[in-house]
């Protein structure tokens, strides 16, 4: 009575046993082929390490701080162009003060002539006079004025010939144009307020 129970049961788990069996034979070729991927990476080729380019050398700069928030994606920022405004102030002009000129003294004094001598007078009342000698032996000029002095401007002897000055008064000049056993004097002086004058010859 009791085997007879127990024979569906048995029956029943010998069915499901084999039935387990059957399913795992049949999963067997599927679950040893491979993905897709697997097969694409195992028909790469082996990388060398040698293959791969040397890398640069990298200056690392340190990156400004920001302290805007980052855009969100697909937005670009571009910096903002500062203004920089000048504001140019001139200076209103100086006024300036210029002190007026005397008037320039563009007036000449008078000139004259007395037996040959310029006579200039001076808006103090002095005058002057100028006479210009030309002798044999050279050529001389001479300037007498009213206070009673005389002068000698110039003296140019002639070729071969010498020029001396003697004056032992203010008011007394004698030029001397000399050569061997001949000479010139030009004898000048002021005389009974007036200039006089006289030329002579010594020799031959």
Do not use: C
């Not at 040397?54 to 697909?74: C, E, N, Y």
């Not at 000129?101 to 000139?111: G, R, S, V, Y």
């Not at 005389?150 to 004056?167: I, M, N, R, S």
């Amino acid at each position: 009575m009791r085997s007879s129970r127990w024979t569906p049961i048995a029956g029943w788990l010998a069915a499901t046993a084999t039935s387990i069996v059957l399913a795992s034979v049949a999963l067997l070729p599927v679950l040893r082929t491979n993905a897709p991927e697997d097969r694409a990476l195992a028909q790469l080729p082996a990388s060398d390490a040698s293959d791969f380019p040397v890398p640069l050398p990298s200056a690392t700069t340190p990156a400004p701080a920001s302290t805007t928030p980052s855009p969100g994606r697909g937005t670009a920022t571009r910096p903002r162009p500062t203004e920089t405004r000048t504001t140019a102030t001139t200076a209103p002009p100086r006024p300036t003060t210029t002190a007026p000129k005397p008037p320039a003294n563009n007036t000449t004094p008078p000139t004259t002539t007395e037996d040959g001598w310029t006579v200039t007078t001076a808006d103090d009342g002095k005058r002057t006079y100028v006479r210009s000698f030309r002798v044999e032996g050279g050529q001389a000029v001479i300037r007498m004025t009213s206070d009673a002095v005389v002068q000698l401007v110039t003296a140019t002897p002639a070729d071969g010939w010498q020029v001396q000055k003697v004056q032992d008064t203010p008011d007394n000049l004698a030029v001397y144009f000399n050569e061997t056993g001949h000479s010139f004097i030009i004898h000048a002086t002021w005389h009974n307020d007036r200039p006089f004058a006289q030329v002579s010859e010594i020799g031959a």
